[in-house]
Every structure is written in C-alpha cells, then in structure tokens.
C-alpha cells in the first residue's frame, strides 16, 4: 500500500514538528473551552487541533459528547488559529457532517475499528463524497479495543479499497481485564510489527488513552518516541478536574508544553550513548510488563484465598508450593535462568500470596 503522509495536511504552511503532534480535548465541551484550549495550542507550536464531538462510551448515562452542535467551534478553532482540526467519526452521518463542516483528519475510535462492517460502512460513505470534500480529508486508524493486529491492518485495506490515501495509525493500547498499571496497556510488540508490517504507514501513538492517567502520559510519550513512532495524539484540556470525559487521563496546555521540551531534549551525543538509551527503554518496558504481570497474578492469588475460606481449605498447602517451586526452577534452567534466583523471587511472592490470602481485606 502507498500512502500519504499526513504531514502533507498542514494547512498554514508552518514547518513540520518533529514528532507530529495532535492535541486537544478529549470532547468538545463549550465553544469556550475549545477557542481557549486551541488558542493555548497553537501558542504552544501545535499544528493539530483535536477534539471529540461524538464520544462513544462504555455505559450509557454519561456524556456522549455535544454532537453535531459542536462542529462549529472547531471550524471557528480552525479559522482562527489556522489549526487542522480532527475528530472522531463513528458511522456514515458523522462522517457526513464532520466532511461538511471541513474537518480536516477524521479518526476512526478504537471501539468501531472493532467491527468491520461499520468500518466498511465509512469508507462507503467517504466514497459517495462530492471530489472537493474527499481529497481533504486524512484518516486515523486507531487500534482496536482488543490486541488483534489483523482486525486493524484490515480496516487500512478497508479504507484504501475504497480508495482513500491519506491514511495514518494511532496506537491508543488494548484493553485488558483485571487490575494493570494502564488503563489500556501498551503491548509495544503490537505496534512494533505494525510498523515492520506497513512501515509506509506513519504512526503516531495516543499516551494519554494508554495510560489513564495524567501522570504517566509524558512518560509513555517519551516511550513512543524512542520506539520511533511519528507522532503523538494527546488529550489537553484547559481545565483537565472538570473535564466531562477522560477527566483523569487529560493535561493541561502547559504540562504540554513541558512534556514536549523532554521530548526534543538532545538525548544522546554518541552511538554508544544511544545504543544505551535504547537498551534502557526495552528494561523501562519491561519492567512495566513485570509490574502488570505481578498485579495480575496477585489478583488471582486473592480469588484463591476467598475459595479457600469458603471451603475451608488451609492456607499453606506445603505439597503444592514444593512442586510449584520445582517446575518453576526447571523452567527457569531451561529458559537459561539461573534456578536459585527464580527459587528466591518466587519465595518473596509466595510470602506476599500467603499474607494477602491471611488477610484479603
Ligand atoms: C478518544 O480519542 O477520545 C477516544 C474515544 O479514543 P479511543 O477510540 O482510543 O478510545
Ligand atoms: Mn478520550
């Protein structure tokens, strides 16, 4: 497949950033809030104005975006700052209305990436554009909800069937069940083959949708950067507490500003620097993974302890830990892990097992 590059959507002529950056709310919520949130932005260099005006949510009752209504702000926003604006389409009408009112980037969510026949249903739709609409517009493909990369290269060759070029990939993580250290965890191999897969396909990485919370969105950034992702989408709100949608996940323009002075900082001087630094980020990564693996397995180890009270098994059952230990070790040898080091960090998780089933609270 070719494509392309979004890059080419800049619509006032200003020099590239490098990393791309998409920002903007989560939703827009008033006119207000999107003229002075854009406003801050584009002050702050960004070349993309994001902002959700259908939001798809998991329960109903909570805000589900504006709608139609708050198409005009962002053509305001764009007017007035020279900003592309971009927003997330969910069937044939969104697109409908999103096109007509110039939207620049439309981006497909990561719930209707899901399901084929909706994905299929906008690339229809795009088709049945009048030309002037059509070749304005630039798609984002966002991950589907669940890790399945074949559900998410098939809704690219969806969309460039139905001709459509500009094309670009945004990796917002996977959702999981069970308490983990994301909201929607990364699992950076996902995106890595992507990119060995189509690395004509610029791909730009959502942090703030990963992890949840505002306080680990720089640090995600700084992740995807390293892993050589084009670009970041990250939701800045200007007043992020009263956020109607993602309020823990948003940050303000100014924390955005700063997280991207850490991302152009000169990092390294030499090879060997960068060689170090990239060593050190796969061990960031993997520490991450050990942390969530960790969290899972005592959340298991929990249920364990409730059906043991229940049916009044023990605690301890020494037989089980023996051999638990023993195949472990064998496992470990073979991996070519030096087995009394896997016998001494299980002894340490054994013991944290047995007191939380003692006591479950
Ligand atoms: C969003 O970007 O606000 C959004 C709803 O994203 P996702 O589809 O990744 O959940
Ligand atoms: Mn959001």
């Not at 406003?39 to 259908?54: D, T």
Request: with cysteine.
């Amino acid at each position: 497949m070719e494509f392309k590059f979004l890059q080419s959507l800049l619509t006032d002529g200003s020099t590239l950033q490098t990393p791309l950056i998409i920002a903007g709310p989560c939703s827009a919520e008033s006119r207000d809030q999107v003229l002075s949130t854009a406003k801050e932005l584009r002050a702050a260099g960004v070349s993309i104005f994001r902002a959700g005006v259908w939001k798809p949510r998991t329960r109903p009752g909570c805000f589900e975006g504006i709608g139609e209504a708050a198409l005009p702000w962002l053509q305001e926003a764009k007017r007035l700052t020279g900003m592309a604006i971009a927003t997330e389409v969910a069937n044939a009408t969104h697109l409908q209305l999103a096109a007509k009112a110039g939207v620049d980037i439309l981006w497909i969510g990561a719930r209707t990436v899901a399901n084929p026949f909706t994905v299929q249903e906008i690339a229809d739709a795009w088709n049945e554009l009048p030309d002037e609409l059509k070749n304005n517009i630039s798609f984002l493909i966002k991950n589907p909800v669940n890790a399945d990369l074949e559900l998410w290269i098939g809704a690219f060759e969806r969309l460039y069937k139905a001709g459509i070029r500009r094309l670009g990939a945004v990796h917002r993580g996977f959702s999981s069940y069970g308490a983990t250290a994301y909201r929607n965890p990364p699992e950076w191999r996902i995106p890595i083959e992507f990119h060995r897969r189509h690395p004509e396909i610029p791909l730009i990485c959502d942090p703030s949708h990963i992890s949840g919370r505002r306080e680990n969105v720089a640090k995600i950034a700084r992740q995807s950067m390293n892993l050589n992702f084009d670009g970041l989408m990250i939701e800045v709100h200007n007043n992020p507490e009263c956020a109607l949608s993602d309020a823990e996940q948003q940050i303000t323009p100014a924390q955005l500003i700063d997280l991207i002075h850490t991302l152009s900082k000169p990092v390294n001087c030499g090879s060997s620097d960068t060689e170090l630094q990239n060593l050190r980020n796969e061990i960031d990564i993997l520490d991450d993974k050990l942390i969530e693996i960790l969290a899972k397995r005592m959340e298991v180890s929990r249920a364990i302890g409730s059906l043991k009270k229940l049916n009044g098994i023990p605690v301890i059952q020494n037989e089980r830990y023996k051999k638990l230990v023993t195949d472990r070790a064998e496992l470990a040898s073979d991996a070519g892990l030096n087995p009394a080091f896997i016998k001494k960090i299980l002894s340490v998780i054994h013991e944290e097992s047995v007191k939380l089933q003692l006591d479950p609270q």
